[in-house]
């Protein structure tokens, strides 16, 4: 179908493979500015003075990262640096894990 709408519009040059390359390299593109976006970003931020203050950046990173992830793979990436950060102990690092295992089941089946 969408071949035959590239062929019938005059105005339209090149074919379906043409536009696929071109949205292909459009899209490269962004991702590549949009990776010097972010190290700018990063290579902007004040640098911390103490081990402390690094320690908060990265915990800081880390939540946020853990709270907009896409998914339960992403957030538990995320959640396992946190819990690092916050040298919790062996039981409440098992009862975490317990907790987020029962929540990706109910995401995934829907059921509360």
Known sequence: ????????DPQMKGTLTDLHNKLVRTQ???????????????YKMPVPDTEAETTL?????AVYHYLT?????DGDDHL???????KF?????????????RQRNKSLTGLP
């Open 1 to 8: 179908m969408q071949a035959k709408i590239v062929q019938k």
């Open 80 to 86: 396992r640096a946190i819990v690092r950060i916050l």
């Open 89 to 101: 102990s062996d039981a409440q690092k098992e009862k975490i894990s317990k907790v987020r295992i």
């Open 28 to 42: 490269a593109e962004l991702a590549k500015w949009q990776t010097l976006q972010r190290h700018e970003a990063y």
């Open 57 to 61: 950046s990265f915990l800081k990173d």
């Open 69 to 73: 992830a896409d998914t339960f793979k």
